[in-house]
Structures are given as structure tokens and as C-alpha cells.
């Protein structure tokens, strides 16, 4: 199995930027679909984007398209998500995760068969 490190987070004002990196370690890294997720206190975790294999394929949330945009690099074995015009309400703790259980993108968590630890993101005033 994979195991994933999430790195980036921290303090953010309104309106700036922030990228999340997920560096993974464990064989077979290109074969796993990768995504990104984010719980707030209090709140169940929600899907934000997931990202192919190869990266050819993506799919996001609605609610942060234009806003977030994953991308993974196979030859240095990270994931990323890269944040602009941030509000109060991104706060959370954001996941990625990888799965080996399906070929192609999904926004459901159980299809993940492998999670980080999470970096929190703080988006303050």
C-alpha cells in the first residue's frame, strides 16, 4: 500500500493562495487514482477533485472548480492542489488519498483505500 504525507497548509488571509502537496511512498504510485478531501469541524468529509492515474482524467467539485485545480506528478510521486481566492468557509483539514481499487475518478470516499494524515488550512480576515 501507499502511504501519503500532506504538506502546505497553515494561515491564510481572505483571498490568498495556498499549495497542498501529498507526497507518497510505496511502489506503484502511477497506478493509483489520487484525490483530495476536506473535513471542517464539525462537518462530514467532503470530495474536492480526483485526479487519474496518468493525469489525463479530472474531475472536480463543482463548488471549487475554478478555484482548485489537482495535478500529480508521477516522476516525483506527489499530488497537488493548488488553492486561490480563498475564503473563511475552505477552512479545514484537507485529505488526499489514493485508491487501487478503481480506474478512474471518483468523489466517493470509500472508493479510497488509502488516506494521509491531513494539513489544516486556516483562511482568516
Known amino acids: 500500500q501507499v502511504r501519503l504525507m500532506e504538506s502546505g497548509g497553515g494561515l491564510v488571509q481572505i483571498g490568498g493562495s495556498l499549495r497542498l502537496s501529498c507526497a507518497a511512498s510505496?511502489?506503484?504510485?502511477?497506478?493509483?487514482?489520487l484525490g483530495w478531501f476536506r473535513q471542517a469541524p464539525g462537518k462530514e468529509r467532503v470530495f474536492l477533485a480526483s485526479?487519474?492515474?496518468?493525469?489525463?482524467?479530472?474531475y472536480n467539485e463543482p463548488s471549487v472548480k475554478g478555484r482548485f485545480t489537482v495535478s500529480r506528478d508521477n516522476a516525483k510521486n506527489t499530488l497537488y492542489l493548488q488553492m486561490i481566492n480563498l475564503a473563511p468557509e475552505d477552512t479545514a483539514v484537507y485529505y488526499c488519498a489514493a485508491s487501487s481499487l478503481i480506474r478512474t475518478t471518483s468523489s466517493y470516499h470509500s472508493d479510497y483505500n488509502n488516506w494521509g494524515q491531513g494539513t489544516q488550512v486556516t483562511v482568516t480576515s
Open positions: 485526479i487519474s492515474a496518468r493525469g489525463g482524467i479530472i
Open positions: 510505496g511502489p506503484t504510485f502511477n497506478d493509483y487514482v
